[in-house]
């Protein structure tokens, strides 16, 4: 098993680990709560955006949000790290998750591009050629044609993304808790 592999298979219970630690550091207020749900929220709707168009294993998705960053899914997690760093107040539980979030998903969107040119080949060259890695272009057409899906609250479900709202609404729960106690 390579780095990659490694990353790829236990990133997810690798961050509740690093979430235990994170929250241990939190020194959570009501207004860095609210600022960190705030910028959380934006990564939820990325999020749920991308994944009602996601077909995984099944085409290359080049529409929707796909046609402006080939990991949308990824960018919004940037957005709910950066809420929940924010919403912890805590420089170390900041740095943990940003440091975390950044060598992580770097490697596990290395690996799945090596997964999606060897299954897709030339179509996800030419993809990969004019959608950006993470950063999304914000203006103008990839010249791509479409891969005629669009979004699917069926396919949202499928994808388990209310996962992810579930479990930033849990961690928003937490920190109150944890500002509650500590003002015991």
């Excluded at 979030?101 to 897709?120: G, I, N, P």
């Excluded at 272009?137 to 791509?144: H, K, Q």
Aim: aromatic share 16%; glycine share 10%.
């Amino acid at each position: 098993m390579t780095a990659l592999d490694f990353f790829a298979r236990w990133r997810v219970r690798l961050g509740y680990l690093l979430a235990v630690v994170a929250l241990w550091l939190a020194r959570p207020t009501p207004r860095s709560i609210f600022l960190g749900a705030g910028v959380g929220f934006i990564g939820l709707i990325i999020r749920g955006c991308a994944a009602g168009y996601l077909h995984k294993q099944e085409v290359l998705t080049t529409t929707g949000p796909y046609a402006r960053t080939r990991n949308p899914l990824y960018f919004g997690s940037s957005f709910l790290v950066l809420g929940a760093a924010l919403a912890m107040r805590s420089w170390w539980a900041a740095a943990l998750l940003l440091i975390y979030f950044a060598l992580v998903y770097s490697l596990v969107m290395r690996r799945e591009e090596l997964e999606l040119r060897q299954k897709h080949g030339e179509a996800f060259a030419r993809y990969a050629g004019t959608v950006p890695l993470f950063f999304p272009r914000l203006f103008g057409s990839t010249g791509l044609a479409s891969d005629g899906l669009g979004f699917s609250w069926a396919q949202y479900k499928k994808n388990h993304e209310y996962q992810a709202a579930i479990g930033f609404v849990l961690l928003l729960a937490g920190l109150l808790v944890i500002w509650w106690l500590r003002l015991r």
